[in-house]
């Protein structure tokens, strides 16, 4: 009886457990009206992750419109930018990307070094711009968010909640609509490489047109999705999903409630903040996420239950999938999982500054100066050729070096719970150009101290080697010669192999 109850007890609590783990954070907005068609602890402070880049982007939008910057106004990767661990797009210090370039990566790649040259670039400093950011946010009404950088590297005074990303979204629709391809670039193009957008949303749910990923271990997965059919336009706001499956199944489902007219539209409360501290999904999304799963999995399949009768018409036989023919059936969560992913022309971008442009260059000066302001002293740009235009393939980097750094590695923010592995540089003629120039030079130079010492006591023994080689020859005739051929091999094959090591790359310190 005894080892019933605790049984029932036991069952209690992991039932507790997962019904907390699977009430995560979310909300659907209608762009128009800005009513809510479904939220669920939407003023919970949680940790945004990437999803801070959507504030970065309308905080660079705002500058554009009010004349202090441009799109074509290169920005420098000063050595903090460049010191970012990944997501990064590894330019080095003294590069130049234009601003519209830089919010293309930024979208895409979501690049944190990128982040860190746009604030830079605009208002002096990152200290600077995070000031702009939740300026911009208290304008906006976010009233549960706090900024302290453009990335969304962790950070436990950086929060916000689905509610005010939400707000967020529909202010980026509303105040800059022209600028709505940005956010629906489904891959970019930079030199050889093509980089395909974290979204999976795009080209797989009909009518998605945006906008932003997110993924920390102490954030979780998360997504702000815009989608659009006929005159009705969506944003659903999903945080701390332990999966990126997971995160792509429930935005679905809250998406087809809402075109599906399952949840009806409520003017948003104007309710202060919750208060408190933000979830760290740690253990949920980067550990032991086999009951958070479950979890998250069996509270999105209670908001499906209503969708299941809308599907009618028999689903498409395996094999037979394409995205025009699921994108007739409803609910779309039933088969988003099972869809390929979308094939998407790439858009090329690139470093340097654009073709004829002879305007000022923006990066790390003293914040909140304008651009034209000198920059610090440390920071050097680098002179780079015009950045590609769209029909052109010529590499985008300054070097090879550069190259080879621009080969990404997943972001903290990549949809996936491993640590990202540190960048290695790849090994270029020029590099061992210059390693070998220099071991040259070295060499060129007068012995001296143990060096000296060291260069005698190596003659010394290739006298004596030539020496014993000689005695061996006249005693053993023939093959004496060619043991004698052997041992000097020997001796020879050190020495390269030494001067194979000195012109090795140190591997990357990203990480």
């Known amino acids: 009886m005894r080892l019933r109850l605790y049984g029932l007890i036991a069952a209690a609590i992991v039932v507790a457990a997962a019904g907390r783990a699977a009430a995560t954070p979310s909300l659907v907005m209608d762009v128009a009206t800005g009513n809510v068609l479904y939220e669920n602890e939407a003023t919970q402070p949680w940790y945004p992750a990437s999803l801070t880049k959507l504030m970065t982007v309308y905080v660079a939008l705002s500058a554009v419109r009010d004349h202090q910057i441009s799109l074509d106004t290169p920005l420098v990767v000063s050595r903090r930018a460049a010191s970012m661990p990944p997501s990064k797009m590894g330019f080095k210090p003294g590069t130049e990307v234009t601003l519209g370039n830089a919010l293309k990566m930024l979208m895409v790649k979501s690049p944190n070094d990128i ?17 702009d950011m939740n300026d911009a946010a208290a304008r906006l009404g976010m009233t549960e968010s706090h900024f302290v950088n453009p990335n969304g590297l962790h950070n436990p005074d950086h929060y916000s909640s ?7 979204g529909r202010a980026i629709y509303q105040t800059f609509p022209q600028y709505a391809g940005l956010f629906d670039i489904g891959a970019i193009r930079v030199g050889g490489q093509v980089i395909r957008n974290h979204n999976n949303m795009l080209g797989r749910y009909p009518g998605v047109d945006g906008m932003k990923t997110g993924f920390t271990c102490n954030a979780g997965f998360n997504l702000v999705a815009s989608a659009t059919r006929g005159n009705r336009h969506y944003i659903a706001v999903v945080l701390g999903a332990p999966s990126a499956q997971t995160r792509l199944v429930r935005t679905a489902v809250l998406l087809d409630r809402a ?12 309710d202060g903040p919750t208060g408190g501290t933000p979830e760290d999904m740690h253990n949920s999304a980067c550990r032991r996420r086999s009951h958070a799963v479950a979890a998250f999995q069996a509270e999105t399949d209670r908001l499906e239950a209503p969708l299941l009768a809308l599907s009618q018409r028999p689903q498409s036989p395996l094999g037979f999938f394409s995205a025009s023919a699921l994108a007739q059936e ?25 073709a004829g442009y002879n305007g000022p260059i923006a990066g790390p000066r003293a914040p909140h100066t304008p651009v034209g302001t000198p920059l610090l002293a440390d920071v050097k740009p680098i002179a780079a050729t015009p950045a590609s235009g769209p029909n052109e393939d ?3 980097a300054t070097d090879d070096h550069d190259t080879a750094k621009v080969a990404a590695a997943d972001e903290g923010d990549s949809d996936t719970s491993h640590p990202a592995k540190p960048e290695k540089h790849k090994k270029t003629k020029h590099a061992k150009a210059s390693k070998a120039g220099a071991h040259h030079e070295a060499a060129a130079k007068p012995a001296h101290g143990k060096h000296r010492l060291a260069k005698e006591t190596k003659k010394s023994k290739v006298a004596a080697h030539k020496s ?8 053993k005739g023939k093959t004496g010669k060619n043991k004698a051929a052997k041992t000097a091999s020997k001796k020879v094959k050190p020495k390269k192999l030494a001067g194979k090591s000195h012109v090795k790359h140190a591997a990357s310190s990203d990480n």
Do not use: C, N, W, Y
């Open 115 to 131: 982040a860190i040259t746009i604030a830079e670039g605009i208002a002096g400093s990152v200290d600077a711009f995070a000031d």
């Open 162 to 168: 689905a509610r005010d990303l939400a707000v967020l």
């Open 259 to 270: 075109f599906a007219d399952v949840d009806h539209p409520q003017p948003m409360e104007a």
């Open 330 to 354: 409803t609910p779309v969560a039933l088969r988003i999982a099972m869809m390929p992913e979308a094939a998407f022309d790439p858009e090329p971008v690139g470093v340097g500054p654009a």
């Open 394 to 396: 010529a590499p985008e």
């Open 468 to 475: 014993k080689a000689k005695s061996a020859k006249l005693a």
